[in-house]
């Protein structure tokens, strides 16, 4: 979940700027390029502009993460760190810009020559291909291709995980069965996709979809050739269209890319391709990792979730010109889950809302610096429709419980003595057992009794993301976050709120909300081609969504972020929830 903007105020402006100071460094020969790694480029270098901006090229980045991609296959990738890395190797129709803070989530040509031609009331998209786009073994990347990538989507039994938003557009009513299932000789069968020429790829929507191009931005929209797809094999070695290919590859273990001798810079505006190479390391010990980076070991973390508590209160201590305080757009809340008695009743939710001591939880996840502002509704601030909103007035009791209020939801929903329930937190996410332990000392105060049941953030989608093993371990409150897959209220809300997206595996749903006022002002935006109009019907969406109570939003998260000394280009990017750019990272060496 990916997954991914943050709001900063006059980023814009900010981009400009330092784009434009890229820009100049680049002619000027690059800056920094005869410095040695020492002295960090400085406190919030990374978040404010670029840190050490350079053209000069060689040497290898390194990563390391506490856990992996959750795969390889860009098809199957939903996690926004493996979205960010996937730039090395994959390539899509459509991509975002290569510029610092909000400037970044600007949709720009990659493989095409141009955004869609889009016709036929917003159901047709047209795109002609550039020349000299290569597979890794030299042969010519064509529209085939494209689709036959995009046609992997279908086929969730061979190859599960992924977002689904093309195949809802493209095929809501499921007809096509995905190219494995397919009895076309070509394997190409998908009639919302036509390839008249190897150049030329159309798609023809069968209603419109305001944010289809969005869609093809993300990994799921690669293409794949089908002579190489192993199909659940292919995510340990995908063949890439981009500047990097995989020399090995190590589930949970390494990874190792290497330079892509056939990928043409001239067909690419996008990817500089600096390191010769790029390695990443998965240790599942958290503090281990934060030592690790501040020795110079490596440059940067994987997964972006910010340093824990000792790791960073020495850096910055001791090493503050090596840290960024990342505002990203992720949200960190608390799913109800609403089919599950007694949060069958909404009375008993708003209880848990006005019981919580958000404040207490903002400090066991950081504090305003390390881990972000309060949050009275779940729409990141640079959504479109994104208001302060707080029907609970959590923020005029600055993040303070209201024990009347919780007991007098608990009267109205029959429990005045309160009841019982399971809180789920993943156990290698920093923060979140100790936060579910925060939580569960704010909800006893009113007789709420609770169990925090620590999970492995790996295990989530087939333990939080199953209804039925929620039901069997009673797990009521779900800690969780989640960021916008695109920088619209369907790219952030839709799948974590719409209940015609509630899945018996894999389920991000975990409210188990299915509400037709919802779902309908979900329909109706959808339809909007002006994003300042669907922004207003997102607006009504946010607002039912708090009215529910069925998720809890505890924080707008903010971390505390490494890079090393050795790191260049190194900025923030709305387009990957805050995370540093990888695809324009390079080295001192």
Same mark, same amino acid.
């Given at each position: 979940?990916?997954?991914?903007?943050?709001?900063?105020?006059?980023?814009?402006?900010?981009?400009?700027?330092?784009?434009?100071?890229?820009?100049?460094?680049?002619?000027?020969?690059?800056?920094?390029?005869?410095?040695?790694?020492?002295?960090?480029?400085?406190?919030?270098?990374?978040?404010?502009?670029?840190?050490?901006?350079?053209?000069?090229?060689?040497?290898?980045?390194?990563?390391?993460?506490?856990?992996?991609?959750?795969?390889?296959?860009?098809?199957?990738?939903?996690?926004?760190?493996?979205?960010?890395?996937?730039?090395?190797?994959?390539?899509?129709?459509?991509?975002?810009?290569?510029?610092?803070?909000?400037?970044?989530?600007?949709?720009?040509?990659?493989?095409?020559?141009?955004?869609?031609?889009?016709?036929?009331?917003?159901?047709?998209?047209?795109?002609?291909?550039?020349?000299?786009?290569?597979?890794?073994?030299?042969?010519?990347?064509?529209?085939?291709?494209?689709?036959?990538?995009?046609?992997?989507?279908?086929?969730?039994?061979?190859?599960?995980?992924?977002?689904?938003?093309?195949?809802?557009?493209?095929?809501?009513?499921?007809?096509?069965?995905?190219?494995?299932?397919?009895?076309?000789?070509?394997?190409?069968?998908?009639?919302?996709?036509?390839?008249?020429?190897?150049?030329?790829?159309?798609?023809?929507?069968?209603?419109?979809?305001?944010?289809? @191009?969005?869609?093809?931005?993300?990994?799921?929209?690669?293409?794949?050739?089908?002579?190489?797809?192993?199909?659940?094999?292919?995510?340990?070695?995908?063949?890439?269209?981009?500047?990097?290919?995989?020399?090995?590859? @190590?589930?949970?273990?390494?990874?190792?890319?290497?330079?892509?001798?056939?990928?043409?810079?001239?067909?690419?505006?996008?990817?500089?391709?600096?390191?010769?190479?790029?390695?990443?390391?998965?240790?599942?010990?958290?503090?281990?990792?934060?030592?690790?980076?501040?020795?110079?070991?490596?440059?940067?973390?994987?997964?972006?979730?910010?340093?824990?508590?000792?790791?960073?209160?020495?850096?910055?201590?001791?090493?503050?010109?090596?840290?960024?305080?990342?505002?990203?757009?992720?949200?960190?809340?608390?799913?109800?889950?609403?089919?599950?008695?007694?949060?069958?009743?909404?009375?008993?939710?708003?209880?848990?809302?006005?019981?919580?001591?958000?404040?207490?939880?903002?400090?066991?996840?950081?504090?305003?610096?390390?881990?972000?502002?309060?949050?009275?509704?779940?729409?990141?601030?640079?959504?479109?429709?994104?208001?302060?909103?707080?029907?609970?007035?959590?923020?005029?009791?600055?993040?303070?419980?209201?024990?009347?209020?919780?007991?007098?939801?608990?009267?109205?929903?029959?429990?005045?003595?309160?009841?019982?329930?399971?809180?789920?937190?993943?156990?290698?996410?920093?923060?979140?057992?100790?936060?579910?332990?925060?939580?569960?000392?704010?909800?006893?105060?009113?007789?709420?009794?609770?169990?925090?049941?620590?999970?492995?953030?790996?295990?989530?989608?087939?333990?939080?993301?199953?209804?039925?093993?929620?039901?069997?371990?009673?797990?009521?409150?779900?800690?969780?976050?989640?960021?916008?897959?695109?920088?619209?209220?369907?790219?952030?809300?839709?799948?974590?709120?719409?209940?015609?997206?509630?899945?018996?595996?894999?389920?991000?749903?975990?409210?188990?909300?299915?509400?037709?006022?919802?779902?309908?002002?979900?329909?109706?935006?959808?339809?909007?081609?002006?994003?300042?109009?669907?922004?207003?019907?997102?607006?009504?969406?946010?607002?039912?969504?708090?009215?529910?109570?069925?998720?809890?939003?505890?924080?707008? @998260?903010?971390?505390?972020?490494?890079?090393?000394?050795?790191?260049?280009?190194?900025?923030?990017?709305?387009?990957?929830?805050?995370?540093?750019?990888?695809?324009?990272?390079?080295?001192?060496?």
């Amino acid at each position: 979940m990916t997954p991914q903007r943050s709001s900063r105020p006059g980023r814009i402006a900010v981009a400009a700027l330092v784009v434009a100071a890229l820009t100049a460094t680049a002619a000027c020969g690059g800056g920094g390029d005869d410095d040695k790694a020492g002295k960090g480029a400085g406190f919030n270098a990374g978040a404010t502009g670029i840190a050490n901006p350079s053209t000069k090229a060689g040497g290898t980045l390194k990563f390391i993460g506490k856990q992996d991609l959750d795969s390889a296959d860009p098809q199957r990738q939903y996690y926004g760190m493996a979205w960010d890395f996937s730039r090395f190797y994959s390539r899509q129709l459509v991509t975002y810009a290569t510029k610092p803070g909000a400037a970044g989530a600007e949709l720009v040509p990659d493989l095409a020559q141009e955004k869609a031609a889009i016709t036929n009331g917003g159901k047709t998209y047209t795109y002609k291909l550039r020349d000299g786009i290569t597979w890794e073994d030299g042969s010519p990347i064509t529209s085939k291709d494209i689709k036959y990538g995009i046609e992997r989507v279908w086929a969730a039994d061979v190859l599960p995980g992924g977002p689904q938003y093309l195949r809802q557009v493209l095929d809501p009513t499921g007809a096509y069965k995905g190219p494995y299932k397919d009895t076309t000789p070509d394997k190409l069968g998908l009639k919302a996709i036509l390839t008249p020429d190897d150049k030329t790829i159309v798609f023809n929507l069968p209603k419109a979809n305001g944010d289809f @191009e969005q869609m093809l931005a993300m990994p799921a929209g690669s293409p794949v050739k089908k002579e190489k797809d192993t199909g659940a094999k292919y995510q340990l070695k995908p063949f890439s269209s981009g500047p990097y290919k995989f020399e090995k590859y @190590e589930p949970k273990k390494s990874i190792s890319l290497i330079r892509n001798d056939k990928w043409k810079k001239a067909s690419d505006p996008i990817r500089p391709a600096l390191p010769d190479k790029i390695t990443v390391t998965i240790n599942s010990n958290i503090e281990a990792i934060d030592e690790l980076l501040i020795k110079g070991e490596y440059d940067l973390d994987l997964n972006a979730t910010g340093m824990g508590q000792a790791g960073r209160t020495k850096a910055l201590k001791e090493h503050k010109e090596n840290v960024d305080n990342m505002q990203t757009s992720f949200v960190r809340y608390v799913d109800i889950v609403s089919t599950l008695a007694p949060f069958d009743n909404v009375e008993c939710r708003k209880a848990v809302i006005y019981a919580t001591d958000f404040a207490s939880i903002q400090q066991v996840r950081g504090g305003p610096q390390a881990g972000g502002d309060i949050a009275p509704n779940m729409l990141p601030k640079d959504v479109k429709g994104s208001d302060d909103y707080d029907p609970y007035g959590v923020l005029a009791r600055k993040g303070k419980p209201d024990a009347a209020k919780a007991k007098a939801a608990l009267k109205a929903c029959n429990k005045p003595n309160g009841f019982s329930t399971n809180i789920s937190a993943r156990s290698n996410n920093p923060g979140e057992v100790q936060a579910a332990e925060a939580l569960q000392q704010s909800l006893a105060a009113v007789g709420i009794k609770t169990q925090v049941d620590p999970i492995d953030g790996a295990e989530s989608s087939s333990i939080t993301g199953s209804p039925a093993v929620v039901k069997q371990r009673n797990l009521g409150l779900i800690m969780t976050g989640w960021g916008p897959d695109f920088p619209t209220g369907q790219g952030f809300s839709q799948p974590i709120i719409d209940g015609r997206f509630i899945a018996d595996n894999a389920n991000y749903n975990m409210s188990m909300t299915n509400d037709p006022k919802i779902n309908k002002l979900f329909d109706q935006a959808l339809l909007e081609t002006d994003p300042n109009k669907a922004g207003e019907i997102y607006k009504q969406m946010n607002h039912a969504v708090s009215d529910l109570a069925v998720q809890m939003p505890l924080v707008y @998260e903010k971390n505390i972020t490494w890079r090393s000394s050795r790191l260049t280009n190194a900025y923030s990017t709305a387009a990957y929830s805050g995370r540093y750019d990888y695809v324009t990272l390079g080295v001192v060496k």
